[in-house]
C-alpha cells in the first residue's frame, strides 16, 4: 500500500523527537531555513524537558506552501530518535501519521496506531559513513527530499553549520544527508510513499521568491532585535528559562551594537543595575521569567518612586514557584499589573507574533523613556522559542527618541507641571544636579516627610496615566467587526486564533488581539461592551484578561477558552472549543 | 572646617548628636574637594539606613535608592556614563547583610567606583538591632542572649575575592580618614573605605574609647601589594588594623567591556542593524 503524504493538506506537521544532547535543535534549525530557502513557509515549536541529557524533547515543525501562524496537533510525518521520547507523544499518532524511523525507537501498540510505519536504519546508515551522530543529518536529507528541498542549500547550509569543526566533518555530514536523500527515492521508487507536498510543488514549478527573501526568526531573537532598535544599550539579567534567549542573543551582538550585557548575581541586582543604567543616561532592559520577576518587584516599585524609565522582559512560564521551568503560560498578567508596592502608572505590552515582538520591544523604549515608568514585556516560552518566518523588520521608520534633557542650575528633577511629567535630566549633563530619592521627595529630589508634599507627589505621578491614556496600541480585529460574538485574546495566542477562524469560516465570531493589555485600548472597551457574547481565550487558569475586562468595564464573560496544563493552545484544539462555545 | 562645593547652606542633618557620621560627611568632603572633583561630575549613590542618608546633606548628583542595592545601582551608573566619579555610600547593615550578595559580585567585577561603609557594629534606624558586623555577645533587644553568629569580616571577604583597593579607617581619627578615601577614590577600580564609626545611641560597647584602645594603623614597612600578608591582617579580630591593607590595579568592569562613550551620547547603528536582520534570511 503507498501511504500518501500529507493526509490533510497543504502543510505537512513533521515531529522529531529524542532526548536532550541528541541535537535535535540543530536538526530543527538546518531543516526549517534550508525549506525556507526552498520557498516553503515553516513554523516550528518545541517542547522540552528542564534537563541538559536524556529526557523526552520533541520539536513540531510545519512546512507550507502558505502562510502558517501556529502550532497544530496533527503528526503527519513522525520521525523518533528514542522510543521513550515517540511515547510521550503517543496521543497525538493517528491514523494519517507516518513513522519513519528505527524498529527499536517504535513499539507495536504505536506502530499500530499510525497510519504506517516504515523502518529505515538511520543510524545503520550514519555508521556505514563513519559515526551514528551523523544520523541526524541522514534524517535531514530523508525529509529534505520528501519535499523536494534544493540539495544545494542544505548542503550550503551543513558546511556553515560544520565548517569550524573541518572539512573532513563538513564532507561525512553532507554525505550523511545524501545517503538521507537516496533513502527516500528508494521509498518513493518502492511505491511505498507518495508526498504530496513535493507533487503540488513539481505540479505549479513556481517557487514563491517572495519567501525567499523573509527572515527565520524565533520570538527570543525578534525581542532581542527590538531592543537593540529600541536603543537598549544595557542588558541586566540572571539566566532564567524561558528568558534567557534573549540574554544570550544581545550578549552575541553586544560588542557590535555597544551593549553591556551583564549576567547579574539575581533578579534583584538585574533590576537595580537597569535603574541606574537609566539614570545615567543608558537604555536598559531586564529580562527574567516570572519567579525573577517575582524578585524584581522591589525594584519595580523604586522606578516608579524615582520616576524612572524601565523595559522589563518577562517570559513566561506556569507557576507558582519554580512550576514547569520549559512550558509555557499566560499566568503572569496580573502579576506584572499590580507588581510593585504603592500605586503608580505602569504599561504592559504584550506581543503575539515574532514581529510584534520586534515592533513592540523597539516601542517599549520609547515609551518608557517618554513617560518615565516601568514597561513591561510580556512573552511566553511559546512565542520565545516558536521559529517561523516572517517579512525582513522594516527599521525605516523607527527612532530612538530619547527625551533627555540638559539642565540649567536650580534644576529639580520632580517640577511639577500640569502633565505629571517631569523633564528628565540626568547627571553630567548639562549645569543642574540630578538628585533621585527612594523616599518620598520634593521637587528637587530630596527626601520629605511634608504630608502636603506627599499628596501632591503622589498625584503628580498618577496624573501621566492619562498621557498615557491617549498613546495605547491598537488592537488587531479579525472577522467581522459587527459579528454577535466578541472573543478577547492576548499575547501568543494571536496566530493560533487566527489559523482556527480561518477554518471555522464563521461569519458570526470577531476575535480582538490585545497586544497592549495595559491601559487596555477604548476600542477594546468599546466592542466588549457592545457584544452579544463576550468570550476570552487565555492561556492561564483563571481568566486574568477577562478580570481586568470586567474591572473596566463591570462585564463577565459568557465563556472562556483557557489552557494551563504547560502546553500552548493548538489549531484544531482552538477549532474545537470556539466551536463549543459559539 | 573649610567651605567646599558640597556645602548645603543651613543644612540639618537627621543624625544623633556624637554620631561617627558627621564627621564622616566632613572628611569626605574634604577628601573630594582636595581631589578638584566637583558636584556636576559626582553621583552618590546609597542604600537605606542613617549612613544612607549621607546624599542628602551633599550639594551634588544623588541616587539614593532601596535597601542594600546601592552597588548594582552604581556599577551602571559608572557602566552607563565612565566620565561620572560615583561612590556609594551606606552601612554595615545595608552594605554586608542586606546588599551581601552585590558586595561579592561588585567586587568581582571590579568598576571603578568607591564604595564607603559606615560601620558601628549595630542597626541605628530601627533602633539597636544586632548588625553582620555586630561582635560576639553583643545584646541587643533582639538578640537577648548576646550575638551568636560570627561577624562578617568584610575585608577579609574583599582580599579573598582579590578586591582591587581595601581600607579600613576610624571617622576617630578624621584627618587619616580623610587621607584614607582621597586614595580610595583615586584608585582605578573598586574601592572598599570600611569605617569604624562609633553610636553613641545603640552601641554602648563598642565606643570612641573602645575604638581607639582596640585600633592601631598598620606600620609605614607594612606593604599593601602583598595579598596574603593583607589577609593576614584581616583576620587579626583583637587589637583591629586601621589603613590601606591591600591594592592590586587590574582592568575594571568599563575596560574590559571597552566602554567609552556615555550611553545618552550613543546613535544606534541602524544600517549594521539592518544588516543583522537580512542575515536571517539566509
Given at each position: 500500500m503507498t501511504f500518501s503524504l500529507p493526509k490533510k493538506g497543504p502543510d505537512i506537521s513533521i515531529v522529531i523527537c529524542g532526548e536532550a544532547g541528541q541535537g535535535i535543535q540543530t536538526l530543527e534549525s538546518l531543516l526549517t531555513r534550508t525549506a525556507k530557502l526552498s520557498g516553503y513557509h515553516v513554523f516550528s515549536t518545541k517542547e522540552y524537558m528542564?534537563?541538559?541529557?536524556?529526557g523526552s524533547n520533541s520539536t513540531s515543525i510545519r512546512i507550507s506552501p502558505e502562510r502558517v501562524y501556529a502550532a497544530v496537533d496533527r503528526i503527519d510525518l513522525l520521525i523518533p530518535l528514542t522510543a521513550a521520547s515517540a511515547e510521550r507523544i503517543k496521543d497525538r499518532i493517528t491514523a494519517d501519521t507516518l513513522i519513519i524511523g528505527e524498529r527499536k525507537f517504535v513499539s507495536e501498540a504505536l506502530s499500530r496506531s499510525s497510519g504506517e510505519f516504515i523502518d529505515i536504519p538511520f543510524t545503520e546508515t550514519a555508521k556505514k559513513l563513519g559515526r551514528s551522530i551523523y544520523s541526524n543529518q541522514v534524517v535531514l536529507g530523508l525529509v529534505a527530499s520528501l519535499l523536494a528541498l534544493d540539495i544545494n542549500i542544505l548542503k550550503a547550509k551543513l558546511r556553515a553549520e560544520f565548517e569550524d569543526k573541518g572539512s573532513e566533518i563538513v564532507d561525512i555530514n553532507i554525505k550523511a544527508a545524501h545517503a538521507g536523500y537516496s533513502l527516500y527515492e528508494g521509498l518513493i521508487k518502492d511505491d511505498k510513499v507518495i508526498s504530496e507536498i513535493k507533487k503540488a510543488g513539481e505540479a505549479t514549478g513556481d517557487v514563491p521568491e517572495e519567501v525567499k527573501g523573509e527572515i527565520v526568526i524565533s520570538g527570543a531573537e525578534a525581542v532581542g532585535l527590538g531592543a537593540i532598535a529600541g536603543g537598549c544599550d544595557f542588558i541586566a539579567a540572571y539566566p532564567m528559562s524561558p528568558s534567557t534567549g534573549v540574554l544570550t542573543f544581545l550578549a552575541k551582538h553586544a560588542e557590535e551594537f555597544g551593549i553591556v550585557a551583564e549576567q547579574c548575581e539575581d533578579e534583584i541586582a538585574g533590576i537595580n543595575m537597569a535603574i541606574g543604567a537609566w539614570y545615567a543616561g543608558g537604555r536598559a532592559l531586564a529580562s527574567t521569567s516570572g519567579g525573577g520577576f517575582a524578585l524584581m518587584e522591589e525594584g519595580v516599585s523604586l522606578a516608579a518612586m524615582i520616576e524612572s524609565p524601565v523595559v522589563v522582559h518577562i517570559a513566561q512560564r506556569p507557576g507558582p514557584a519554580t512550576g514547569l521551568p520549559t512550558r509555557t503560560e499566560q499566568g503572569d498578567l496580573e502579576l506584572a499589573l499590580y507588581s510593585g508596592h504603592g500605586e503608580f502608572p505602569r504599561i504592559i505590552l504584550a506581543p503575539g507574533s515574532a514581529a510584534e515582538a520586534f515592533y513592540l520591544t523597539q516601542k517599549a523604549f520609547n515609551l518608557a523613556d517618554r513617560y518615565q515608568c516601568p514597561v513591561f514585556i510580556l512573552t511566553d516560552q511559546y512565542l520565545m522559542d516558536t521559529v517561523t518566518n516572517t517579512t525582513p523588520f522594516d527599521t525605516g521608520g523607527l527612532e530612538v527618541e530619547r527625551h533627555i534633557v540638559k539642565t540649567e542650575e536650580g534644576y529639580k528633577r520632580y517640577a511639577l507641571t500640569d502633565s505629571g511629567l517631569s523633564p528628565r535630566g540626568i547627571p553630567g549633563n548639562g549645569r543642574g544636579l540630578v538628585m533621585v530619592d527612594s523616599d518620598e521627595h520634593d521637587e528637587d529630589g530630596r527626601i520629605t516627610e511634608d504630608l502636603s508634599v506627599r499628596t501632591t507627589m503622589v498625584d503628580k505621578r498618577l496624573r501621566r496615566l492619562t498621557l498615557i491614556k491617549e498613546d495605547i496600541v491598537e488592537p488587531t480585529l479579525i472577522g467581522d467587526k459587527d459579528a454577535k460574538t466578541v472573543l478577547v485574546g492576548w499575547g501568543s495566542t494571536l496566530g493560533v486564533v487566527r489559523e482556527a477562524l480561518t477554518s471555522i469560516n464563521s461569519e458570526d465570531i470577531l476575535f480582538v488581539h490585545i497586544a497592549?493589555?495595559?491601559?487596555?485600548h477604548q476600542k477594546v472597551l468599546e466592542l466588549v461592551e457592545g457584544a452579544g457574547r463576550f468570550l476570552v481565550i487565555e492561556g492561564n487558569a483563571t481568566g486574568q484578561l477577562a478580570r481586568l475586562i470586567k474591572l473596566e468595564t463591570g462585564r463577565e464573560a459568557d465563556g472562556k477558552i483557557l489552557k494551563y496544563n504547560g502546553l500552548q493552545f493548538t489549531v484544531e484544539e482552538v477549532e474545537e472549543r470556539i466551536g463549543e462555545v459559539l | 572646617m573649610k567651605k567646599t562645593d558640597f556645602d548645603i547652606e543651613g543644612m540639618e542633618t537627621a543624625w544623633c548628636p556624637g554620631c561617627g557620621d558627621h564627621a564622616i560627611l566632613s572628611a569626605l568632603k574634604a577628601s573630594l574637594d582636595n581631589l578638584g572633583l566637583t558636584p556636576g561630575k559626582l553621583v552618590m549613590v546609597s542604600g537605606i539606613g542613617q549612613a544612607a542618608k549621607i546624599p542628602q546633606y551633599f550639594n551634588t548628583n544623588y541616587f539614593n535608592g532601596l535597601h542594600g542595592r546601592a552597588l548594582p545601582a552604581a556599577v551602571a551608573i559608572k557602566a552607563s556614563n565612565p566620565e561620572l566619579t560615583v561612590v556609594a555610600e551606606s552601612g554595615d547593615g545595608d552594605m554586608y547583610g542586606e546588599g551581601g550578595n552585590h558586595f561579592i559580585h561588585t567586587i568581582r567585577r571590579n568598576p571603578d567606583i568607591t564604595n564607603i561603609v559606615h560601620n558601628n557594629m549595630v542597626y541605628g534606624l530601627t533602633k539597636g538591632q544586632a548588625s553582620p558586623t555586630s561582635r560576639r555577645g553583643f545584646v541587643t533587644p533582639v538578640q537577648v542572649s548576646g550575638v551568636m553568629s560570627e561577624p562578617f569580616n568584610p575585608l577579609a571577604v574583599a582580599i579573598s575575592l582579590d578586591v582591587s583597593f581595601v581600607a579600613r579607617a576610624f571617622i576617630g581619627d578624621q584627618q587619616r580618614t580623610s587621607e584614607i578615601i582621597e586614595a580610595a577614590i583615586k584608585h582605578r577600580g573598586y574601592a572598599l573605605v570600611d569605617i569604624f564609626q562609633p553610636c553613641p545611641s545603640f552601641n554602648k560597647q563598642n565606643t570612641y574609647k573602645w575604638f581607639r584602645e582596640n585600633t592601631y594603623y598598620l606600620e609605614d614597612s607594612f606593604d599593601s601589594s602583598e595579598r596574603l600578608a593583607a589577609l593576614g591582617k584581616a583576620f587579626q579580630t583583637d587589637r583591629l588594623p586601621l589603613g590601606i591593607f591591600y591594592r592590586n590595579e587590574k582592568p575594571t568592569f568599563t575596560d574590559n567591556l571597552r566602554i567609552k562613550t556615555p550611553g545618552y551620547r550613543k546613535i544606534v547603528d541602524f544600517k549594521r542593524l539592518n544588516g543583522l536582520i537580512s542575515s536571517l534570511a539566509s
Open positions: 528542564s534537563r541538559v541529557r536524556g497592549q493589555p495595559y491601559p487596555l | -
